[in-house]
């Protein structure tokens, strides 16, 4: 099947209009998006003054190509980020805390669907509670399909995300 696709891929290359040779527009870059409510959204980019800008759109939908955590400085003080890298029509950096249920929840997600499934593109959907004004909850889709994950207080975040990491390293490796 995948043979099948790379060939796919290899006419539609084939067939795509030279690109442009001269002055023109810059190639799409990776863009972050932020995924928490702080500015009266959902998740916001920055835009080139670094003000935030919120994003209308209600869901992502590409495909899960790279699982990281990363230590950064805010403000001073030492926080753990989950990058969850989206390739769509360019490269798209979902940033969240951690510890927040929105990282927990598409985790949890991740690490319930199979490397195969995560071939295939997914739609990610941030949903805010309707209970608590800062909680960002993150429900992800295969298709149609809500992939359901429960977690609680006795969750082993350590094993979730070493799965979650482990499906998605396999679903993009040869």
Known sequence: MSQLIEQLRRIADAQAPPKKLGFGEAPKTTRYVFCNRKHGGVWYSLNDQSQPVNIEHPALTGYIRKLEFKETIRREEKSHKLHCYI?????????????????????????????????????????????????LFCNLYQGDRQVFAPY?????????????????????SA
Not at 106 to 128: C, F, G
Not at 154 to 169: H, S
């Open 87 to 135: 390739e769509a029509d360019r490269m798209y950096v979902l940033e969240s805390s951690a510890t927040a249920h929105f990282s927990k929840g598409l985790m949890s997600a991740i690490a319930q669907v199979t490397p195969d499934e995560l071939k295939e593109p997914i739609t990610i959907h941030p949903q805010a509670s309707t209970e608590n004004g800062e909680v």
């Open 152 to 172: 609680d207080d006795q969750t082993d975040w350590k094993r979730v995300a070493g799965a979650a990491k482990k499906n998605v390293e396999l679903a993009n």
